[in-house]
């Protein structure tokens, strides 16, 4: 495997064209300050002189605009650009977990990538159980360690990462967060986002009210953990909506966490269906709705409660056409680990900037643009698409 060579910072290329540039510039502005102190010495020296050093100035300020334009027309006019393979690269890609069937699938996109890109293919890593939400930092720091070419992670931590991914970035790594990003976004080079963050908290309100209808009643939420940051932000959003007359018949009475262990979910969708009025369990994360469905299901308790969420169309199948989770929504998570692994592999190779307007092409995937996450105070963002809705009308498509 040929390794990345670490490449000098384009900031440190524009420092050093500024040194040369200034050492030269030096040279020409003497000599024109001598030539115009030689032609005012007819006049009067001193002025002609100040005159001469304001002039210079003001050239070289002309002349630094029009560059800085020009440059600037040129990458405009160079358009997106198409990351392709170069060099073989080392690439440490982390899930939340290893047992949640979303997670392989993702680096299986991953593999599909570093195999178009020339690269060995990925292995994903992280604990069996996703409620150990500090696995993943030791696994990126590992990473570090092992002198990794780039850092393909799903956030399991929140803020506890930043530091990790931090020292990442110092050693020269990239740092790619990917389904859940860094909140404070320290140490991240850029998330690439499932779904607008806000977008899924709208996709969740609206099935919400397609099940429960004008009438409305109770909602309850069955999330993963606490630290998840991607199900806060969805839950967040989900509780700004229902604050508004539009689902004000809508009723949030509970949030839990099953941790994404199937029987913690299950436990916690039990607990929930003791509450004698509620009507829908809502669970944006694809272990939690399985387990509610199940449980409704076992308890038949399908007529009385719904349940809804993000989960795999092929494990709630069944669960859609007997009416018990009769809408759902997702997106792909192959195509989620393939378009990281595409933008890890362009920000170590250096064929793309981890910098608000970059735009690039992700092989089959096409193109997209870095841009500022506006679900956040501060971070990058690519955005993979739109979610979709599944019921029984297309969850064999």
């Keep these: 495997m040929t390794a990345i060579k670490r490449r000098i910072p384009a900031v440190a290329l524009v420092a050093l064209a500024m040194v040369v540039a200034a050492c030269g510039g030096g040279g020409a502005d003497t000599t024109v300050g001598a030539d115009t102190t030689t032609a005012a010495a007819v006049t009067t020296a001193a002025a002609d002189t100040t005159a001469g050093a304001d002039t210079t100035v003001a050239a070289d300020t002309t002349v630094a605009a029009e560059t800085t334009v020009a440059a600037e027309t040129t990458v405009a006019a160079e358009g997106p650009v198409t990351i392709s393979a170069a060099d073989s690269i080392t690439g440490a890609f982390v899930g939340k977990c290893t047992t949640n069937p979303v997670f392989p699938q993702a680096n299986d996109g991953a593999v599909e990538a570093a195999g178009e890109l020339g690269s060995e293919p990925t292995e994903l890593l992280g604990p069996a159980d996703c409620a150990d939400t500090t696995a993943g930092i030791d696994i990126v720091t590992n990473a570090v360690t092992q002198q990794v070419d780039v850092i393909m992670v799903s956030n399991n931590a929140g803020d506890q990462l930043g530091p990790a991914a931090a020292a990442a970035q110092e050693a020269g790594i990239p740092v790619v967060t990917w389904d859940s990003p860094i909140p404070s976004a320290e140490g991240e080079s850029v998330y690439i986002a499932p779904a607008d963050l806000s977008g899924a908290g709208q996709v969740m309100a609206e099935m919400a009210r397609s099940i429960l209808g004008e009438e409305g009643g109770q909602m309850a939420i069955l999330s993963a953990t606490p ?171």
């Design 227 to 397: 630290e998840a940051a991607n199900q806060n932000i969805w839950i967040a959003s989900l509780e700004e909506l229902l604050a508004t007359p539009e689902y004000e018949n809508i009723e949030l009475v509970d949030t839990v966490y099953g941790n994404d262990v199937p029987q913690d979910s299950q436990d916690r969708a039990e607990e929930l269906l003791e509450n004698p009025d509620l009507d829908l369990i809502m669970a944006p994360t694809t272990v939690g709705i399985v387990a509610a469905a199940q449980v409704v299901t076992q308890a038949d308790e399908c007529d009385r409660v719904k349940v809804s969420g993000l989960g795999v169309s092929t494990e709630m199948r069944d669960y859609t056409l007997s009416g018990c989770a009769p809408e759902f929504a997702l997106w792909s998570f192959p195509d989620l680990g393939y378009l990281s692994y595409y933008v890890g592999y362009g920000l170590a190779t250096g064929q793309i900037e981890a910098e608000a307007g970059q735009q690039f092409v992700a092989g089959r995937l096409g193109e997209y643009t870095i841009e500022e996450d506006p679900g956040r105070d501060a971070g990058l963002r690519v955005l993979l698409g739109p979610i979709k809705k599944f019921n029984a009308d297309n969850i064999d498509s």
